[in-house]
């Protein structure tokens, strides 16, 4: 009994001791453990504080509740493909407008107008204050409001239009430095695979960049607005709102003009066409300078489709291709006669008519590639057309008329 009285003392005087450490300001003394430092075999030497040196000023603290500074992401910490889009997006943002209609629409069974908005986007083309946007953007507009990127609004004019390429140029009336006119490109010279960038405001949103690759060229593409027949495809976001800004190369140089998006449901779906670049840059100046495109045309009415080429079938009576001496077929009157009577049978010698090979040493094998060799040329310019004759190749030059 007086061994177990002895141990609880014991145990209650050594748990006084060691809360009273535990419950002191620092826990251990700073002179116990310097002295616990010094002591042992690993002796660690005091440091001692130097009278000529500056005393270190503590780092200032955030106040309680702050957001912490941060610095600007600095060009080394970017990498090569965001390098790439941001200086796209610096030197080519300012060339890109937003775009605000107003129209109206009659409705078919009340038959009262109907305001309506609409919105787009367009590029500025040179310091004259000429913007290129889509034709479906702005056909049917009241009013025509452009915001430039710093914010500034002005009516705009309609200057031209050419609805097969689905392409219009407007005027504003802004001062010449608050214009950023965009570079062309060669959309000629396009790869599949390439980095394509388009600046927009999709639904609104002004100047938003998305990125992507073309994924074909030349494609193909019907839609209620009409057919197209040398589309630029690409995967890069394309929403409403996003038509008639520009398509963008690596360089910053406008390749193209954004004009179809593929969806059922009517947003992005990764499938969006743009109008190429070469074929905006062929009609600007007759839209600024007619109104209307003046288009070339070969004189040649109608062409069947074979294994080789295109076989005329129709000539334009006093058209180029008749003047250049291309033949289509030849009509056959053949008299018949069954008593007193003589009947008259006409029959068409196709073997008579010229085939179609190539046009400027360009391979033809459907209408659309005679059409689209022919509508980049100019009234009075001259084409070769070679063509297969009784067997034998021909080249006949052609001077293209004024297309109506």
């Known amino acids: 009994m007086k061994r177990v009285v002895l141990l609880c ?80 997006y610096e030197q080519v943002n300012r060339s890109v407008v937003n775009i605000d209609t107003a ?14 908005k609409g919105a787009g986007s367009g590029v500025v083309i040179d310091k004259q204050g000429h913007v290129l946007t889509n034709l479906h953007v702005v056909a049917g507009a009241r009013s025509i409001e452009v915001t430039l990127f710093d914010g500034k609004s002005y009516e705009a004019v309609p200057v031209g239009a050419d609805e097969p390429n689905d392409a219009a140029v407007l005027k504003i009336d802004a001062p010449p430095e608050d214009l950023f006119p ?64 520009p398509l963008l190369d690596s360089r910053g140089r406008m390749i193209g003009m954004n004009t179809v998006i593929a969806s059922n ?47 005329i079938t129709k000539v334009i009576e006093g058209g180029a291709a008749q003047r250049a001496g291309l033949r289509g077929p030849r009509l056959v009157v053949r008299e018949k006669r069954q008593g007193p009577i003589v009947y008259r049978q006409e029959s068409t010698d196709m073997s008579a008519a010229d085939l179609i090979l190539a046009v400027d040493g360009k391979p033809v094998r459907t209408a659309d590639d005679l ?14 057309v070679t063509v297969l004759r009784e067997g034998r190749r021909t080249d006949v030059p052609v001077t293209l008329d004024e297309g109506e």
Do not use: W
Not at 23 to 52: H, W
Not at 194 to 220: D, K, M, Y
Not at 223 to 233: D, K, S, T
């Open 182 to 245: 965009v570079t062309f490109g060669d959309s000629g010279r396009l790869r599949v695979g390439q980095r394509a960038l388009a600046i927009g405001n999709p639904f609104g949103l002004e100047r938003t960049l998305s990125v992507g690759v073309i994924a074909s060229l030349n494609r193909p593409l019907s839609e209620r607005r009409g057919a197209f027949r040398q589309l630029i495809q690409i995967d890069a976001d394309i929403n409403p709102g996003n038509s008639g800004g």
């Open 371 to 384: 059409l689209a060799i022919v509508e980049s040329k100019k009234p009075g310019d001259r084409v070769t």
């Open 265 to 311: 449901t009517g947003q992005s779906a990764g499938v969006g066409f743009a109008i190429p670049i070469n074929t905006s840059a062929r009609i600007i100046p007759d839209l600024i300078e007619r109104g209307h495109v003046v288009r070339a045309d070969i004189g040649i009415a109608s062409v069947y489709r074979t294994g080789e080429g295109l076989l």
């Open 9 to 88: 003392i014991g145990s209650a005087c050594a748990g006084a001791v060691v809360s009273a450490v535990l419950m002191s300001p620092s826990g251990l003394s700073e002179k116990s453990v310097a002295q616990e430092s010094s002591s042992g075999p690993n002796r660690v030497a005091q440091a001692r504080p130097d009278p000529t040196r500056t005393p270190a000023r503590p780092a200032a603290r955030a106040p309680s509740g702050a957001l912490p500074v941060v610095a600007p992401i600095g060009e080394e910490e970017l990498t090569a493909e965001e390098r790439v889009n941001v200086a796209v």
């Open 103 to 116: 129209s109206v629409r009659r409705d078919a069974f009340f038959l009262f107008s109907i305001p309506e």
